[in-house]
């Protein structure tokens, strides 16, 4: 092998290559070397393993470069904070500076109205109780009066999830709360929340904890226009802040969360929820801390607010008007920025706005003039108690764009001030029913036995027949209204007359957990509802917001409407972009249309026949649309559509007094044939038709792609027959009281004409679960299909 050769085996093996020798150094074995001690000397040379040379990148970061660029990092960001917390001062407050009127106009620019009034009156911290003090302090910051005014971990959580766009959630103490709503603004920038540290840190070095404190309470706001304590205790309980009690103190503490989501006036089931949870956690914290009585805390009772007084301006509709749009823009200042609600509303209140509604300046007037002609004018408390309990709701949408045009929020805003137009503790009844039918066609749905839903399909109208699920009973025999059976009738039909145990088995048959699916997609707040077969009778709470979102859907084919009261919104620092009422495809349009032609046949054949097919004011206007009366007649509805124009009216029973339970509607107005029960067929369904028919320019048809329904021509082929194992046999103890309709009676004729003029072209609430209201006298809780489910003994829902 040469001499190069073994150089590279030797490199192969590991092992570096000897240095080359001079020429006077004799090679091992030669004349003169010593050969033996080169061998040795080599073998060691080799046994040595060779080092690693290192590469490029293990030379640019070594330990020690990282450890000095990390250092270098820590006083460079140390000396920018000290160049910082030099530069900056502490300003001016502009707390009241900054309130300004906010200006809400009609869709064609008239004034609406000017909100404003700022309603603040400071109050030394010593004429505050120190038990109700201890209350701010427990509730939003228990290490206040040893901290250094700043959560340097919250702070930084904070500045991450603004420069991520993940939100501004952080830290907050109770010194950069006062910072923030006396010294600076709400924007959420890197910026603001840089100068709120520092600002926080020097106002924390010059100012007492006890001066921190009541600048925090008489700065923050409570809802109800109320800045600072002084002017919430007035607004809430009547009384001067030095006579807070220790409850009352708690709910104030408990408010600044989310004024307007928990106050108990206008709280929704959810919002009344996590309020008194709040209350809650605020009494146990100060417990914790040694500042209340184990024993006086077991001991109290959430302290229920009064209910607000009228501010000026606000008077008629106008209170409901401007607090849904507040909402609304609330929600896309939330969205848009990753603020919280507390954050939103302060933003909002008082900041200088300018608001133009969608809402249309006649529209709204033929609603207010329409609600006092048809019903409010024919009520009498003085003569009739149960006339005091009447709260009615309506609102009106464009399909097209989803525009809410005019809304009905209760008699007075000063008088009632929570918007029937908005509120979710009351049933929807039968007007459900379209939801179900909706779900069925989307999904393909079949019956038990095979065949396809559709509007033909024949289901046994028994009433308290008991329902079906694949073979076993399910536990749920609806009755019919007056108990009345009906025998085979198909689903045209049962729809037209509100057959409760039709879609009570169609319900079952498409699968709740669908049908509640459905409902969520088409726009109701399906959140913590069960999807039970009791929810097929419209059990759960709705709103004729809702509603009308739903049912727009339907007449715009299937795409989502979601009812938008907010037009633009700008103030001098910032414009609002609004979101696009018209949402995706929820359901395809052949069942949305199919739905429509259906509901076409409850106004010409059905339950709103009298009041709305044959109504003087129709000028053969083609109308859908669905009536709803519920159990005990706590509640009636007529939600119904044109072309143009989608109206949801409610009516509600209601305790004028705490609190305000739900009581029946049941002889009002006393004109009404004995028992006088009030149906939805009645007085909603009038109030839709004299406002729908007054307020239309011209007439359109529905443009629907379906061939089933009674806005089409009848099929010339005939239904088919029920079979045996779809339902069981009759219950022997369901007597009719009215004879059987045949399945056989051909569908329902339909003569349409064209409907309502578009209205004119105008552009969140959401709101709280579909839980019954607390603060109303239930029956029974409508999610339970063992309990509210089950409503033999009591009117049925139609």
């Not at 137009?421 to 909706?438: E, G, H, N």
Request: net charge positive; hydrophobic share 35%; aromatic share 6%.
């Amino acid at each position: 092998m040469g001499r190069a050769e073994e150089r590279r085996a030797r490199q192969r093996g590991g092992r570096r290559a000897a240095p080359r020798r001079s020429s006077g150094t004799p090679a091992p074995g030669a004349a003169g070397g010593t050969a033996p001690a080169g061998r040795a000397a080599g073998r060691r040379a080799a046994a040595r393993p060779a080092k690693a040379r290192k590469s490029g990148i293990r030379r640019l970061f070594t330990w020690k470069k990282i450890l000095g660029t990390f250092f270098g990092l820590c006083l460079l960001g140390i000396g920018a904070f000290v160049v910082l917390y030099m530069m900056v001062d502490i300003p001016q407050g502009n707390a009241a500076a900054a309130r300004e009127s906010n200006i809400y106009k009609y869709s064609d620019g008239t004034m609406l109205a000017r909100d404003g009034q700022v309603n603040r009156e400071s109050v030394a911290l010593d004429k505050v109780p120190k038990d109700v003090q201890h209350t701010f302090v427990a509730a939003e910051n228990k290490s206040f009066y040893h901290d250094s005014g700043v959560d340097l971990k919250g702070t930084a959580r904070g500045l991450l999830n603004t420069l991520t766009g993940k939100g501004t959630q952080g830290g907050s103490t109770i010194t950069q709360q006062y910072v923030k709503n006396y010294y600076l603004t709400q924007d959420q920038t890197v910026t603001r929340k840089l100068k709120e540290m520092v600002i926080s840190l020097k106002v924390d070095r010059h100012e007492t904890k006890d001066e921190i404190l009541a600048g925090y309470i008489n700065t923050s706001y409570y809802g109800r226009n109320a800045y600072g304590i002084q002017a919430a205790a007035q607004a809430y309980y009547r009384v001067d802040a030095q006579h807070l009690t220790v409850e009352q103190g708690a709910y104030l503490a408990a408010l600044l969360q989310a004024p307007s989501q928990y106050d108990w006036a206008v709280a929704g089931p959810n919002g009344k929820r996590l309020v008194q949870a709040r209350w809650n956690y605020v009494l146990d914290n100060m417990v914790k801390q040694h500042w209340l009585d184990p024993g006086k805390r077991a001991a109290m009772k959430f302290p229920v607010p009064q209910d607000p007084k009228g501010q000026p301006g606000l008077e008629g509709q106008k209170g409901y008007l401007i607090d849904l749009a507040n909402k609304q823009l609330e929600q896309q200042l939330m969205k848009e920025q990753g603020i919280t609600q507390s954050q939103a509303e302060a933003a909002v209140v008082d900041r200088g706005w300018t608001i133009t509604l969608n809402v249309d300046k006649k529209k709204q007037a033929a609603l207010e003039k329409t609600v006092k002609e048809q019903l409010t004018g024919k009520l009498d408390a003085k003569k009739r108690k149960v006339d005091g309990d009447v709260q009615a709701g309506a609102i009106s949408v464009d399909p097209k764009t989803g525009k809410i045009l005019a809304l009905y929020g209760g008699e007075d805003y000063f008088k009632h001030y929570s918007s029937n137009a908005t509120r979710r503790d009351f049933q929807p009844a039968s007007t459900f029913k379209p939801v179900i039918l909706a779900a069925a066609l989307d999904e393909g749905a079949k019956t038990q036995d095979g065949r396809a839903i559709d509007a033909d399909t024949v289901y046994d109208g028994t009433s308290g027949r008991q329902v079906v699920d694949h073979g076993s009973k399910a536990g749920f025999d609806p009755p019919n209204e007056d108990h009345v059976s009906y025998g085979d009738i198909d689903v045209q039909s049962a729809m037209n007359k509100s057959v409760n145990s039709v879609f009570a088995q169609m319900g079952v048959d498409v699968g709740m957990k669908n049908v509640m699916d459905a409902a969520g997609k088409l726009g109701m707040d399906t959140d913590g509802m069960q999807a039970v077969p009791a929810q097929t009778l419209g059990s759960m709470g709705a709103s004729p917001l809702e509603m009308a979102g739903i049912y727009a859907t339907f007449d715009n084919h299937g795409k989502k409407v979601s009812p938008a009261i907010v037009a633009s919104a700008e103030n001098k620092t910032r414009k609002v972009e609004m979101p696009d009422p018209i949402g995706d495809q929820v359901i395809t349009r052949q069942a949305a249309d199919t739905v429509t032609s259906v509901l076409t046949g409850v106004v010409d054949d059905g339950t709103a026949k009298e009041s709305v097919a044959d109504n003087a004011l129709r000028e053969g206007q083609q109308v859908a649309g669905k009536t709803g009366t519920s159990d005990e007649n706590k509640s009636a509805w007529f939600t119904g559509y044109t072309p143009d124009l989608v109206t949801s009216v409610g009516l509600f029973g209601e305790d004028p007094k705490p609190p305000y339970a739900h009581v029946s509607l049941t002889g009002a107005t006393g004109l009404l044939p004995s028992p006088g029960r009030v149906n939805g067929g009645g007085y909603p369904a009038q109030i839709w038709a004299a406002y729908t028919f007054g307020v239309m320019d011209d007439t359109s048809k529905f443009d629907l792609d379906t061939t089933q329904g009674a806005a089409v021509e009848p099929s010339t082929t005939p239904p088919a027959t029920r079979s045996p194992s779809q339902s069981p046999s009759r219950s022997p103890s369901q007597t009719p009281t009215q004879p059987t309709q045949s399945s056989s009676a051909p569908p329902p004729s339909h003569s349409p004409s064209p409907p309502p003029s578009h209205s004119p072209s105008q552009s969140p609430s959401h709101s709280p679960t579909g839980l019954p209201d607390p603060s109303h006298s239930e029956p029974d809780d409508p999610l339970d299909p063992g309990g509210r489910g089950q409503l033999d003994g009591r009117q049925p829902a139609r």
